[in-house]
């Protein structure tokens, strides 16, 4: 299995700049998170999908961002139009059930910098 | 705010002895608890979880105890080993809130083993 795959593993851009993410969950998983690390708020959800139908976005920050899953193969998050404060760790994650015994599988992320 | 609360943001331990993280919480509705290493450049990986109707659980070295009535759980490596440095994220989620969607993340704490 090759567990969570995300791209690109990092990414520069400048402010005002479009930024899109990818993800591509472990096959059979049905639920993908999209995670954000910042060092002042840590870990935080930003949306999660079940069977490509996104359940709950209150986490997502602004506007700006938006997270697509086309096929349960994969999924994006774009930030348009990014900022320096955008500027943070992104995790994708899936899971196979939305229960307690299903941990998270997160993938390796990808460091955001915006200039 | 942050509901759940890793105070420690790193700790240095001799290899051989034990590693005790801490985490508090303030969230009553909690009732269900895990525990996620981190390693740099890898997305967090699933250690070991424990039900609020427990106050223990043990999977080889690691433990994890639950103090409810003081809203705190600790996780306790033992001995420790070199490969046990890493970010330690403390987890937890509400019962409405069901599996992986309601998980709220501590900031972390970074471990660090001494040879």
């Known amino acids: 299995d090759a567990g969570v795959i995300q791209s690109p593993r990092h990414e520069v851009t400048e402010m005002g700049q479009e930024v899109t993410l990818r993800c591509k969950p472990i096959?059979?998983?049905?639920?993908l998170f999209w995670y954000r690390q910042t060092m002042m708020r840590g870990l935080e959800l930003l949306i999660y999908?079940?069977?490509?139908?996104?359940?709950?976005d209150s986490g997502m920050p602004e506007d700006r961002f938006s997270a697509k899953m086309p096929n349960a193969s994969f999924s994006t998050l774009k930030i348009q139009p990014s900022e320096p404060r955008d500027s943070a760790v992104y995790f994708c994650?899936?899971?196979?059930?939305?229960?307690?015994?299903?941990?998270?599988?997160f993938g390796n992320g990808t460091r955001l910098t915006v200039t | 705010d942050q509901q759940v609360k890793q105070n420690s943001p790193s700790l240095s331990v001799q290899e051989g002895r034990i590693s005790i993280l801490n985490c508090d919480y303030t969230n009553s509705m909690f009732d269900y608890f895990l525990w996620y290493k981190k390693y740099p450049a890898e997305g967090p990986t699933f250690l070991i979880s424990i039900s609020s109707i427990k106050d223990k659980n043990e999977d080889g070295r690691f433990t994890v105890f639950l103090n409810k009535s003081a809203k705190h759980l600790s996780l306790h490596i033992v001995p420790s080993q070199p490969g046990d440095s890493a970010v330690y994220f403390c987890?937890?989620?509400?019962?409405?809130?069901?599996?992986?969607?309601?998980?709220?993340f501590g900031k972390g704490t970074h471990l660090i083993i001494q040879p």
């Open positions: 096959s059979g998983h049905d639920y």
């Open positions: 999908f079940n069977n490509n139908v996104p359940i709950d």
């Open positions: 987890a937890a989620s509400v019962r409405s809130g069901g599996g992986a969607d309601g998980l709220t």
């Open positions: 994650a899936s899971s196979l059930h939305r229960d307690r015994n299903s941990p998270l599988h």
